[in-house]
């Protein structure tokens, strides 16, 4: 099984700021690497797929990058609506696992 | 538009079984392979299930394997989740998915509203 690790575990920023999450694959898993927001009470939401590709109506402020076993999700400018907890998920092999998730808070 | 919606949660003793049931509509239900993801209270998110799109492939979590069985009615756009000998650590939100129909990516593009699953005596 490929675990899946996030850091930081919260990341405080202000708005208006970047916010720059980390996601480190146990193994290589090439590209295939997907990230998710889930905000309170809400459904998980697909925001980057392919490690880089983001979903359609994802804005454009949402990028993703990186290959191998390590990746990153960078929020350009947070907005109030971007404060929630970010999942990575590898679909390299089966098990499918999650990363345990970054909460990106108000500073 | 795209809709899943999941059903049959609620409190079950340790031991016992339950059904979850996931409505599909909005798009071609016998074309999409289908995932369930759980959810434990103020945890993570954890993948637990898959089943192809024409039923003939499954996957399990390790955590779940021969205790839960995935299933499929493309007759009635169902899915679902039979589970049985449950134990307090399977307490969670249990959501169905879509998979992305881009052929051998597994990320999920579509999430149901999820139900709750309690496990206590």
């Known amino acids: 099984e490929i675990v899946m690790t996030q850091s930081p575990a919260t990341l405080s920023v202000s708005p208006g700021e970047r916010a720059t999450l980390s996601c480190r694959a146990s193994q290589s898993i090439s590209s295939d690497l997907a990230w998710y927001q889930q905000k309170p009470g809400q459904v998980p939401r697909l925001l980057i797929y392919e490690a880089s590709t983001r979903a359609i109506g994802i804005p454009v402020r949402f990028s993703g990058s990186g290959s191998g076993t390590e990746f990153t999700l960078t929020i350009n400018s947070l907005q109030s609506e971007d404060f929630a907890v970010y999942y990575c998920?590898?679909?390299?092999?089966?098990?499918?696992?999650f990363g345990g998730g970054t909460k990106v808070e108000i500073k | 538009q795209v809709q899943l919606v999941e059903s049959g949660g609620g409190v079950v003793q340790p031991g016992r079984s339950l059904r979850l049931s996931c409505a599909a509509s909005g798009f071609t239900f016998r074309s999409y392979t289908i995932h369930w993801v759980r959810q434990a209270p103020g945890k993570g998110l954890e993948w637990v299930a898959v089943?192809?799109?024409?039923?003939?492939?499954?996957y399990y979590a390790d955590s779940v394997k021969g205790r839960f069985t995935i299933s499929r009615d493309n007759s009635k756009s169902t899915l679902y989740l039979q589970m049985s000998s449950l134990r307090g650590e399977d307490t969670a939100v249990y959501y169905c998915?879509?998979?992305?129909?881009?052929?051998?990516?597994?990320?999920?593009?579509?999430w149901g509203q999820g139900t709750l699953v309690t496990v206590s005596s």
């Open positions: 089943i192809s799109s024409d039923g003939s492939n499954k």
């Open positions: 998915a879509r998979e992305t129909p881009d052929y051998g990516d597994h990320y999920l593009d579509y």
């Open positions: 998920q590898h679909y390299n092999n089966w098990p499918l696992t």
